[in-house]
Structures are given as C-alpha cells and as structure tokens.
C-alpha cells in the first residue's frame, strides 16, 4: 500500500498535485497557479486585474512578474524582473535567468505574458515548464510589424514573434489585421485566438447629462462655450500629437472657442510646447501631463481626437466612445477595428487638412456630433466592454483549466 501511495505522488507532483492524507484516505488535490508576465507592471494595474480578480474567484494562486514595485490587488505573489523594452539592453539576459527560476520553481498550470519584451523572455524562459505541462499563452497587443510598418520592425520583430510561436500553447491577438497576419505567415502557436481588447469600464467611462457636463467643466477650469477635444497618450513619435497642433493652428480663426486637451506626459513634451507657441495656438492647447481622472475629462468633452500612427487596439480610443464621444483618428490597424467611418467617427489621413476638416465638421453639427456618440457607445457595450472581453478570455482559459481537469482524473 506505501509502495502504492508512493507511485501515485510521484506522478502527480509531475502534474502540479499533491496529496492530501485525510481521515477517508489520500486524495489529489490541484496546486492552481497562474502566472502573469509583462514588461512593466503598470500594465497589469492599466488593463488586467479584472482577469487577475477572475482567476482568484475560480480558486487560483495569482503571481505576477514585471519590472516595478507596485501593489497590485488580486496578487498573491510579485516578482518584481529588470525585463527591458529594448531587446538589446543587457539586464534581459539576468531577466530571463530570474523568471526561468520562478517559472521552474513554481510549477505554475498557466502563463500568460504581454508586451513584445515581456512575451519573448516568458517564453524561452517557460521551454521546460511546457515539457511538463505548463500551458504558455501570449497575447500580442499589436503586432510592431504590419502594414505600412517600418522595414526595421519587420526586420527586428517578425523574425522574434515567428521563432517563439511554436512555444506558445495559445496566440492571442487584439485585432483582426494582426489574427490574419498570424494565420497568413503561419505562426506555429497551437491555438491562434482573437479577442476585443482588454475590455473597457462602461460604468465608469459612460456618458453624462449636460448638467453634470457643466459641473465638471466649471469644476476644471473650462466654460460652457468651448469646444474641448481631448486626447490622452503618452508624448511620443508614434502618438504624433504634432499632427493636433497643426491641426488647431488651421481652425484658430474659425473656432476660435477650440480647445484641445493633451493628458499625458512623454519625452515630446518641450517640442509640441515650442510648436504651439510657434504656431499661435499655446491659448488654445491644454498640456495636462498625467492624469488619474481621464473618465472626467472625457465625459466633460465633445470629441476624441487620435493622432497615431500604429495602434494594436487603442484603449483610449475605446474609452472616449464609451463616454459617447464621435472619434476623429488617424488610419492605422487599431482605428480602422473602432471607428465606423462616418458612423460614430471618422478615419482621416495623417495631414492637419483632413483633421481640421472634420474637426470643423462636427463643430458645426451637434445632430450629427450626438449620433456618432451614440453609435460609438453601442459599440463599446456590444464588442469591448469588461464582461464582453472577459468573457472571451473565460473560454479560453477555460480550455486549459478543463485539460487539468481531465489529467487529474486520468491519474486517480
């Protein structure tokens, strides 16, 4: 019988079980844990502890790993890993012995990893975990390669995502273009997945009557006449928000109630001051540096404005039509997946005549500004909202939790 018991705990600690010894005789009892691994960790706190809160109600041990210090709900255990953007900085390779370590000593059932650096070093970091059962899952918020990509990104970054997709159990992608681009070039994950997003607060980003509307404008500093248009993106090259400035400095004279409002912070910041005063239109831009209160700003606005030149699936973008903001975007993979144009918004060129444009368009037309707000609102609740997205992701988390399920019975 102790010969018996021996075998038995044997193969199951191989799986992740234990036994458990009780006044009936042994049992299998399941050690669920699941990894999350990223770049930063203010990606969790941005877009998944409704998924970390998920795993912890179905009985799961909850780990993350990421560079950073911060407190994360939902989180039983944080490592906190010197992963680096760049793939050339030196302190990844520490990084990858680091998590290799974790990943080994945990015998974790599940990872899933984000972020371009944050899914390459998981994934050659969990190579022996998989042997043993480990499930890795990869979501790709927005492929660095597509189209009308730099040749550097391709050169650089498809080579890495083909290489790594046959140690990935399920790809997931965030856009349509990026799921066929993965099917098209074949990459050799065994499950290709599509998803909308990361899901968005409809109850928190939701529109308000104009009385709140005004409350929240006179609370902030802004009168009832102006035309804010509000845009919330770190300061950088691919955000592009010179695009904006160019754009208010064409409509200065027509909407002189205009106003632009940039939340965020980003290493661009001293040149988009320099080209606002350059072009006359300091008065009328807003540089609102980082903020916790986008919900306020957007619901305070009469339109959101995106100026990018690649987007996976912009969650700014999703947040304005959920407080039921008409969009104007540039045409990249992301906002041509949100915005119906000439539905709840529109898709222009990257050139301040065709902003301008539309801008000026929708100033005019507050019928037309209301419908596109709606639209983009029903949008939102029907495809990319929270329980939406959420759902999604339960389905397939739930293929590898049923595959425990079943190895577990097989050993009893």
């Known amino acids: 019988m102790k010969i018996k018991k021996a075998i038995i705990s044997q193969q199951v600690l191989q799986h992740g079980f234990f036994l458990l010894d009780n006044e009936d005789g042994w049992m299998i009892v399941m050690s669920k844990k699941v990894l999350f691994c990223a770049t930063v960790d203010i990606h969790f706190k941005a877009f998944h502890l409704p998924y970390m809160k998920w795993f912890k109600e179905q009985g799961w041990e909850v780990h993350v790993a990421a ?4 407190i994360l709900p939902f989180v039983d255990k ?12 030196r302190m990844n390779h520490g990084a990858y012995k680091e998590l290799k370590e974790i990943i080994d000593k945990n015998h974790y059932k599940i990872i899933h990893c984000h972020t371009p650096m944050g899914g390459v070093l998981t994934r050659l970091a969990a190579k022996k975990a998989r042997q043993n059962g480990t499930k890795v899952l990869y979501t790709a918020h927005g492929f660095h390669f597509c189209k009308g990509a730099p040749f550097i990104n391709w050169l650089l970054y498809y080579p890495i995502e083909r290489v790594l997709s046959p140690f990935t159990d399920c790809l997931i992608t965030i856009n349509l273009e990026d799921f066929t681009l993965a099917e098209n070039h074949q990459f050799k994950a065994k499950v290709i997945k599509h998803v909308h997003g990361v899901g968005v607060n409809t109850e928190l980003f939701k529109p308000v009557e104009e009385a709140h509307k005004s409350k ?9 006449q102006e035309f804010l248009m509000v845009y919330a993106a770190e300061l950088n090259r691919n955000k592009n928000q010179k695009l904006l400035i160019e754009s208010i400095a064409l409509i200065k004279d027509e909407i002189p109630e205009a106003k632009l409002l940039l939340a965020g912070d980003g290493p661009l910041l001293t040149e988009c ?18 903020r916790n209160d986008i919900d306020k700003l957007l619901q305070m606005s009469d339109i959101g404005v995106a100026s990018s030149l690649r987007e996976g699936l912009p969650v700014n973008i999703m947040e304005a039509m959920s407080c039921g903001l008409p969009i104007i975007a540039t045409d990249n993979r992301g906002h041509r997946e949100l915005i119906k144009d000439g539905k709840n918004g529109w898709i222009i060129k990257n050139n301040p005549e065709d902003f301008s444009s539309k801008i000026k368009m929708i100033a005019r037309n507050s019928k037309m500004k209301y419908e596109f707000g709606v639209q983009g609102r029903d949008d939102v609740l029907l495809k990319y909202s929270i329980s939406r997205v959420l759902e999604e992701k ?13 190895k577990l019975w097989a050993i009893h």
Not at 219 to 224: A, D
């Open 67 to 70: 560079c950073g210090d911060l």
């Open 78 to 89: 944080k490592y906190n890993i010197p992963i680096q953007r760049s793939p050339f900085n």
């Open 216 to 224: 929240l404008r006179k609370k902030l500093g802004y009168k009832p």
């Open 273 to 290: 001051q320099a080209l606002s005063d350059k072009l006359g239109v300091r008065g009328m831009i807003d540089f609102l540096g980082f």
């Open 394 to 406: 339960n389905n397939i988390y739930r293929l590898y939790m049923d595959e425990m399920e079943d």
